[in-house]
Protein backbone atom coordinates (compact mmCIF):
# COMPACT_ATOMS: atom_id res chain seq x y z
CA UNK A 1 0.00 0.00 0.00
CA UNK A 2 1.47 3.12 -1.08
CA UNK A 3 -0.22 5.54 1.38
CA UNK A 4 1.47 9.30 1.55
CA UNK A 5 2.44 9.62 5.31
CA UNK A 6 4.04 12.73 6.88
CA UNK A 7 7.57 12.76 7.92
CA UNK A 8 6.33 13.32 11.39
CA UNK A 9 4.70 9.61 11.09
CA UNK A 10 7.25 7.82 9.16
CA UNK A 11 8.77 6.27 11.68
CA UNK A 12 5.89 4.61 13.38
CA UNK A 13 4.67 3.37 9.68
CA UNK A 14 7.71 1.62 9.79
CA UNK A 15 7.23 0.06 13.14
CA UNK A 16 3.43 -1.05 12.12
CA UNK A 17 4.60 -2.60 9.11
CA UNK A 18 7.68 -4.80 10.78
CA UNK A 19 5.31 -5.92 13.13
CA UNK A 20 6.97 -4.13 15.90
CA UNK A 21 4.77 -2.37 19.15
CA UNK A 22 4.06 0.75 19.19
CA UNK A 23 4.17 2.42 22.77
CA UNK A 24 2.63 5.09 24.69
CA UNK A 25 3.57 8.04 22.91
CA UNK A 26 3.07 7.29 19.64
CA UNK A 27 -0.32 5.98 20.09
CA UNK A 28 -0.30 9.67 21.96
CA UNK A 29 0.81 11.53 19.13
CA UNK A 30 -1.62 9.15 16.15
CA UNK A 31 -4.67 9.92 18.65
CA UNK A 32 -3.86 13.62 18.44
CA UNK A 33 -3.19 14.54 14.46
CA UNK A 34 -5.94 15.71 12.67
CA UNK A 35 -5.02 12.99 9.34
CA UNK A 36 -8.26 10.38 9.70
CA UNK A 37 -7.03 9.60 6.36
CA UNK A 38 -3.73 8.75 7.16
CA UNK A 39 -5.32 7.04 10.58
CA UNK A 40 -7.56 5.27 8.52
CA UNK A 41 -4.88 3.45 6.01
CA UNK A 42 -2.53 2.24 9.21
CA UNK A 43 -5.07 0.91 10.86
CA UNK A 44 -6.83 -0.95 7.76
CA UNK A 45 -3.49 -1.97 6.50
CA UNK A 46 -3.25 -3.49 10.23
CA UNK A 47 -6.51 -5.15 10.25
CA UNK A 48 -6.19 -6.57 7.24
CA UNK A 49 -3.00 -8.43 8.41
CA UNK A 50 -4.88 -10.01 11.07
CA UNK A 51 -8.58 -10.36 9.72
CA UNK A 52 -7.61 -10.36 5.85
CA UNK A 53 -11.38 -8.94 4.53
CA UNK A 54 -13.48 -10.71 6.71
CA UNK A 55 -16.00 -8.61 9.23
CA UNK A 56 -17.62 -10.56 11.81
CA UNK A 57 -21.24 -10.43 13.53
CA UNK A 58 -23.00 -12.48 15.77
CA UNK A 59 -26.99 -13.17 16.14
CA UNK A 60 -27.73 -12.32 19.66
CA UNK A 61 -30.35 -11.06 22.42
CA UNK A 62 -29.65 -8.42 25.32
CA UNK A 63 -31.54 -9.48 28.73
CA UNK A 64 -31.00 -7.31 31.12
CA UNK A 65 -32.20 -8.76 34.67
CA UNK A 66 -33.22 -5.66 36.80
CA UNK A 67 -32.08 -2.06 36.77
CA UNK A 68 -32.10 -1.93 40.38
CA UNK A 69 -28.71 -0.92 41.42
CA UNK A 70 -27.31 0.00 44.58
CA UNK A 71 -24.55 2.10 43.17
CA UNK A 72 -25.70 6.01 42.04
CA UNK A 73 -22.89 6.19 38.91
CA UNK A 74 -22.89 9.56 37.22
CA UNK A 75 -23.07 8.52 33.91
CA UNK A 76 -25.38 5.64 34.34
CA UNK A 77 -29.42 6.66 33.10
CA UNK A 78 -30.23 2.40 33.52
CA UNK A 79 -30.42 2.22 37.14
CA UNK A 80 -33.19 2.95 39.17
CA UNK A 81 -33.87 2.60 43.46
CA UNK A 82 -36.22 0.82 44.57
CA UNK A 83 -38.85 3.10 45.29
CA UNK A 84 -38.50 4.36 41.30
CA UNK A 85 -41.55 3.86 39.06
CA UNK A 86 -39.71 3.02 36.03
CA UNK A 87 -37.30 0.33 37.66
CA UNK A 88 -37.94 -3.71 36.70
CA UNK A 89 -37.18 -6.73 37.48
CA UNK A 90 -37.42 -10.30 35.70
CA UNK A 91 -38.21 -13.39 37.12
CA UNK A 92 -36.47 -16.68 35.84
CA UNK A 93 -39.30 -18.28 34.06
CA UNK A 94 -39.69 -14.76 32.37
CA UNK A 95 -36.06 -15.21 31.37
CA UNK A 96 -36.32 -18.81 29.80
CA UNK A 97 -39.34 -17.66 27.55
CA UNK A 98 -37.34 -14.86 26.49
CA UNK A 99 -34.52 -17.14 25.85
CA UNK A 100 -36.19 -19.75 23.98
CA UNK A 101 -38.16 -16.86 22.02
CA UNK A 102 -34.56 -16.15 21.21
CA UNK A 103 -33.16 -19.49 20.44
CA UNK A 104 -36.28 -20.05 17.78
CA UNK A 105 -34.99 -17.11 15.46
CA UNK A 106 -31.45 -18.49 15.14
CA UNK A 107 -30.14 -16.59 18.15
CA UNK A 108 -26.29 -18.39 19.70
CA UNK A 109 -25.94 -15.81 22.46
CA UNK A 110 -27.77 -14.27 25.81
CA UNK A 111 -25.66 -11.33 26.56
CA UNK A 112 -27.03 -11.03 30.22
CA UNK A 113 -26.22 -8.02 32.59
CA UNK A 114 -28.29 -5.96 35.10
CA UNK A 115 -27.55 -3.83 38.40
CA UNK A 116 -26.31 -4.42 41.50
CA UNK A 117 -29.53 -5.69 43.00
CA UNK A 118 -30.37 -4.47 46.80
CA UNK A 119 -31.86 -8.14 47.81
CA UNK A 120 -31.96 -10.81 44.75
CA UNK A 121 -29.97 -13.90 46.56
CA UNK A 122 -27.16 -15.25 45.10
CA UNK A 123 -29.12 -18.32 44.43
CA UNK A 124 -30.93 -16.29 41.55
CA UNK A 125 -28.01 -16.14 39.66
CA UNK A 126 -26.95 -19.34 40.13
CA UNK A 127 -30.43 -20.85 38.99
CA UNK A 128 -30.56 -18.21 36.43
CA UNK A 129 -27.46 -19.44 34.57
CA UNK A 130 -28.82 -23.44 34.80
CA UNK A 131 -32.01 -22.81 33.91
CA UNK A 132 -30.94 -20.53 30.64
CA UNK A 133 -28.14 -23.40 30.09
CA UNK A 134 -31.13 -26.07 30.16
CA UNK A 135 -33.03 -24.50 27.46
CA UNK A 136 -30.28 -25.37 25.18
CA UNK A 137 -26.83 -26.08 25.99
CA UNK A 138 -25.54 -25.12 22.33
CA UNK A 139 -26.43 -21.12 23.54
CA UNK A 140 -23.65 -19.09 24.39
CA UNK A 141 -24.22 -17.56 27.88
CA UNK A 142 -21.85 -14.20 28.05
CA UNK A 143 -22.96 -12.78 31.32
CA UNK A 144 -22.06 -9.89 34.35
CA UNK A 145 -19.46 -7.25 34.50
CA UNK A 146 -16.65 -7.30 36.74
CA UNK A 147 -18.80 -5.40 39.40
CA UNK A 148 -21.49 -7.77 39.22
CA UNK A 149 -18.77 -10.80 40.42
CA UNK A 150 -17.69 -8.59 43.10
CA UNK A 151 -21.29 -8.41 44.11
CA UNK A 152 -22.50 -11.62 43.67
CA UNK A 153 -19.04 -13.02 45.63
CA UNK A 154 -20.20 -10.48 48.41
CA UNK A 155 -23.82 -11.91 48.33
CA UNK A 156 -22.30 -15.22 48.28
CA UNK A 157 -19.59 -14.66 51.20
CA UNK A 158 -17.29 -16.40 48.83
CA UNK A 159 -14.00 -15.58 47.42
CA UNK A 160 -14.42 -13.90 43.87
CA UNK A 161 -11.94 -16.83 41.76
CA UNK A 162 -14.97 -19.45 43.74
CA UNK A 163 -17.96 -17.29 42.38
CA UNK A 164 -16.32 -17.53 39.09
CA UNK A 165 -15.77 -21.72 39.08
CA UNK A 166 -19.34 -22.38 40.37
CA UNK A 167 -20.95 -20.19 37.43
CA UNK A 168 -18.42 -21.61 34.71
CA UNK A 169 -19.51 -25.04 36.35
CA UNK A 170 -23.18 -24.57 35.62
CA UNK A 171 -22.65 -22.90 32.48
CA UNK A 172 -21.58 -19.39 32.03
CA UNK A 173 -19.56 -19.25 28.55
CA UNK A 174 -17.72 -15.82 29.06
CA UNK A 175 -17.80 -12.54 30.95
CA UNK A 176 -18.57 -9.59 29.23
CA UNK A 177 -16.63 -6.38 29.05
CA UNK A 178 -18.70 -3.94 30.19
CA UNK A 179 -18.13 -1.77 33.21
CA UNK A 180 -14.40 -0.75 32.63
CA UNK A 181 -15.60 2.82 32.00
CA UNK A 182 -12.01 4.82 32.37
CA UNK A 183 -9.20 3.39 34.21
CA UNK A 184 -7.95 6.78 35.80
CA UNK A 185 -9.54 6.82 39.22
CA UNK A 186 -9.65 10.63 39.40
CA UNK A 187 -11.89 10.69 36.23
CA UNK A 188 -13.36 7.31 37.63
CA UNK A 189 -14.54 8.82 40.89
CA UNK A 190 -15.86 11.85 38.52
CA UNK A 191 -18.24 9.66 36.35
CA UNK A 192 -19.12 6.60 38.47
CA UNK A 193 -18.02 6.61 42.21
CA UNK A 194 -18.22 3.92 44.03
CA UNK A 195 -17.80 1.42 41.26
CA UNK A 196 -14.93 -1.00 41.68
CA UNK A 197 -11.87 0.06 40.84
CA UNK A 198 -9.81 -0.37 37.66
CA UNK A 199 -7.08 -3.02 39.55
CA UNK A 200 -10.79 -4.87 40.81
CA UNK A 201 -11.84 -4.61 37.34
CA UNK A 202 -8.80 -6.15 36.28
CA UNK A 203 -8.28 -8.93 38.71
CA UNK A 204 -11.75 -10.25 37.86
CA UNK A 205 -11.11 -10.68 34.34
CA UNK A 206 -7.59 -11.90 34.99
CA UNK A 207 -9.17 -14.37 37.66
CA UNK A 208 -11.54 -16.03 34.82
CA UNK A 209 -9.07 -15.95 32.05
CA UNK A 210 -6.71 -18.08 34.84
CA UNK A 211 -10.07 -20.52 35.12
CA UNK A 212 -9.68 -21.21 31.21
CA UNK A 213 -12.53 -18.49 30.37
CA UNK A 214 -12.61 -15.33 27.96
CA UNK A 215 -14.54 -12.37 27.80
CA UNK A 216 -14.47 -8.99 26.35
CA UNK A 217 -13.43 -5.52 27.60
CA UNK A 218 -14.19 -2.40 27.00
CA UNK A 219 -13.81 1.30 27.16
CA UNK A 220 -16.27 4.39 27.62
CA UNK A 221 -15.02 7.45 25.95
CA UNK A 222 -15.86 10.67 24.98
CA UNK A 223 -16.70 12.26 28.50
CA UNK A 224 -14.30 13.58 31.18
CA UNK A 225 -11.54 11.91 30.10
CA UNK A 226 -8.35 12.77 28.41
CA UNK A 227 -6.77 11.29 25.21
CA UNK A 228 -3.87 10.35 27.79
CA UNK A 229 -6.46 8.61 30.00
CA UNK A 230 -7.45 6.83 26.80
CA UNK A 231 -3.98 5.52 26.13
CA UNK A 232 -3.55 4.57 29.67
CA UNK A 233 -6.76 2.46 29.35
CA UNK A 234 -5.86 0.45 26.81
CA UNK A 235 -2.38 0.15 28.25
CA UNK A 236 -3.74 -1.69 31.25
CA UNK A 237 -5.32 -3.80 28.59
CA UNK A 238 -2.77 -4.48 26.79
CA UNK A 239 -0.65 -5.56 29.55
CA UNK A 240 -3.10 -8.09 31.16
CA UNK A 241 -3.68 -9.63 27.80
CA UNK A 242 -0.05 -9.99 27.36
CA UNK A 243 -0.25 -12.15 30.75
CA UNK A 244 -3.04 -14.12 30.03
CA UNK A 245 -4.40 -13.55 26.20
CA UNK A 246 -7.64 -14.42 27.87
CA UNK A 247 -9.68 -11.07 26.11
CA UNK A 248 -11.40 -12.00 22.34
CA UNK A 249 -12.16 -8.85 21.52
CA UNK A 250 -11.96 -4.47 22.78
CA UNK A 251 -15.24 -2.90 22.19
CA UNK A 252 -14.88 1.38 22.45
CA UNK A 253 -18.57 2.56 23.86
CA UNK A 254 -19.14 6.30 22.72
CA UNK A 255 -20.33 7.83 26.09
CA UNK A 256 -24.26 8.52 25.31
CA UNK A 257 -25.14 11.88 27.66
CA UNK A 258 -28.73 12.33 28.27
CA UNK A 259 -30.51 11.47 31.37
CA UNK A 260 -27.26 11.33 33.92
CA UNK A 261 -25.28 13.61 35.74
CA UNK A 262 -22.32 14.30 34.22
CA UNK A 263 -21.50 18.04 32.42
CA UNK A 264 -20.95 16.84 28.74
CA UNK A 265 -23.67 18.06 26.19
CA UNK A 266 -22.63 15.70 23.41
CA UNK A 267 -21.54 12.49 22.13
CA UNK A 268 -18.03 11.60 20.72
CA UNK A 269 -18.26 13.11 17.28
CA UNK A 270 -18.25 10.40 14.03
CA UNK A 271 -14.09 12.15 13.79
CA UNK A 272 -13.34 11.11 17.32
CA UNK A 273 -14.88 7.58 17.22
CA UNK A 274 -13.26 6.76 14.16
CA UNK A 275 -10.03 7.98 15.61
CA UNK A 276 -9.91 5.75 18.68
CA UNK A 277 -11.07 2.79 17.00
CA UNK A 278 -7.83 3.16 14.72
CA UNK A 279 -5.87 4.10 17.29
CA UNK A 280 -7.19 0.89 19.36
CA UNK A 281 -6.35 -1.23 16.52
CA UNK A 282 -2.97 0.38 15.73
CA UNK A 283 -2.00 0.08 19.77
CA UNK A 284 -3.63 -3.32 20.66
CA UNK A 285 -1.24 -5.29 18.66
CA UNK A 286 -1.91 -8.53 20.53
CA UNK A 287 -5.72 -8.05 20.24
CA UNK A 288 -7.22 -10.03 17.44
CA UNK A 289 -10.68 -8.12 17.03
CA UNK A 290 -12.00 -4.21 17.44
CA UNK A 291 -15.79 -4.40 17.58
CA UNK A 292 -17.41 -1.21 16.15
CA UNK A 293 -20.57 -0.71 18.18
CA UNK A 294 -23.63 0.35 16.30
CA UNK A 295 -25.54 1.05 19.39
CA UNK A 296 -23.29 4.00 20.38
CA UNK A 297 -22.65 4.80 17.17
CA UNK A 298 -24.92 4.39 14.06
CA UNK A 299 -24.80 1.18 11.68
CA UNK A 300 -23.91 3.99 8.90
CA UNK A 301 -20.75 4.72 11.10
CA UNK A 302 -20.25 1.41 12.52
CA UNK A 303 -20.34 0.22 8.15
CA UNK A 304 -17.49 3.49 8.08
CA UNK A 305 -15.92 1.81 10.64
CA UNK A 306 -14.81 -0.82 9.02
CA UNK A 307 -12.40 0.64 6.58
CA UNK A 308 -10.54 2.83 10.51
CA UNK A 309 -9.60 -0.78 11.82
CA UNK A 310 -12.78 -2.49 13.15
CA UNK A 311 -13.45 -5.91 11.98
CA UNK A 312 -16.75 -6.70 13.95
CA UNK A 313 -20.06 -5.04 14.31
CA UNK A 314 -21.59 -6.73 17.06
CA UNK A 315 -24.87 -7.83 16.88
CA UNK A 316 -28.87 -8.17 16.36
CA UNK A 317 -28.83 -7.50 20.09
CA UNK A 318 -33.04 -7.20 19.80
CA UNK A 319 -33.53 -5.33 23.22
CA UNK A 320 -30.96 -2.75 23.90
CA UNK A 321 -32.08 -0.54 27.18
CA UNK A 322 -28.48 0.58 28.69
CA UNK A 323 -27.41 3.26 25.95
CA UNK A 324 -31.04 3.93 24.52
CA UNK A 325 -32.10 5.39 28.32
CA UNK A 326 -28.95 7.18 28.03
CA UNK A 327 -30.57 8.96 24.92
CA UNK A 328 -28.74 6.85 22.09
CA UNK A 329 -31.10 7.19 18.64
CA UNK A 330 -29.98 3.85 16.81
CA UNK A 331 -32.50 0.92 16.93
CA UNK A 332 -32.87 -1.32 19.47
CA UNK A 333 -32.15 -3.96 17.44
CA UNK A 334 -30.27 -5.03 13.39
CA UNK A 335 -31.80 -7.67 11.40
CA UNK A 336 -28.81 -10.41 10.40
CA UNK A 337 -29.38 -8.68 6.73
CA UNK A 338 -28.95 -5.19 7.58
CA UNK A 339 -25.44 -6.25 9.36
CA UNK A 340 -24.69 -8.50 6.17
CA UNK A 341 -25.33 -5.52 3.58
CA UNK A 342 -23.38 -3.21 5.40
CA UNK A 343 -20.21 -5.48 5.74
CA UNK A 344 -20.92 -6.12 2.29
CA UNK A 345 -20.64 -2.07 1.38
CA UNK A 346 -18.08 -1.56 2.69
CA UNK A 347 -16.32 -3.95 1.28
CA UNK A 348 -16.31 -6.75 3.97
CA UNK A 349 -16.87 -10.36 3.31
CA UNK A 350 -19.19 -10.89 5.82
CA UNK A 351 -18.99 -13.82 8.47
CA UNK A 352 -21.71 -14.74 11.27
CA UNK A 353 -19.49 -15.40 14.52
CA UNK A 354 -20.31 -17.25 17.70
CA UNK A 355 -19.27 -15.53 21.39
CA UNK A 356 -15.65 -16.35 20.78
CA UNK A 357 -15.12 -15.03 17.06
CA UNK A 358 -15.23 -18.16 15.96
CA UNK A 359 -16.77 -18.34 12.51
CA UNK A 360 -20.37 -19.85 12.24
CA UNK A 361 -21.23 -18.89 8.66
CA UNK A 362 -19.00 -16.86 5.97
CA UNK A 363 -21.68 -15.19 3.16
CA UNK A 364 -19.86 -15.74 -0.11
CA UNK A 365 -22.50 -13.72 -3.41
CA UNK A 366 -25.80 -15.33 -1.52
CA UNK A 367 -29.34 -13.21 -2.15
CA UNK A 368 -30.28 -11.55 0.70
CA UNK A 369 -34.30 -11.42 0.76
CA UNK A 370 -35.21 -10.58 4.53
CA UNK A 371 -35.47 -6.75 5.77
Not at 96 to 119: C, Q, W
Amino acid sequence: MNLFIPKTFVDIRDKLRAGERIDDSEALRLLECGDLNMLGELADEVNRRKNGINATYILNRYLNYSNYCILSCQFCAFSRKKRDANGFELAIPEMVTKAKEALSIGITELHIVGGLHPSLPYTYYTDMISQLKLVDERLQLKCFTAVEILHLAWLAKKPMQEVLRELKSLGLDSLTGGGAEIFRQDVRDKIARGKETADEYLNVHQTWHQLGGYSTCTMLFGHLETLEDRIDHMHQLRQLQDKTKGFTGFIPLPYQPDNNEIPVKYPPTGFDILRTLAVARLYLDNFDHITAYWVGMGMKLAEVALNYGADDVHGTIIEEKIFHMAGADSPQSQTETKMIKAIREAGRTPVQRDTFYRPIRKWKDEPLTKV
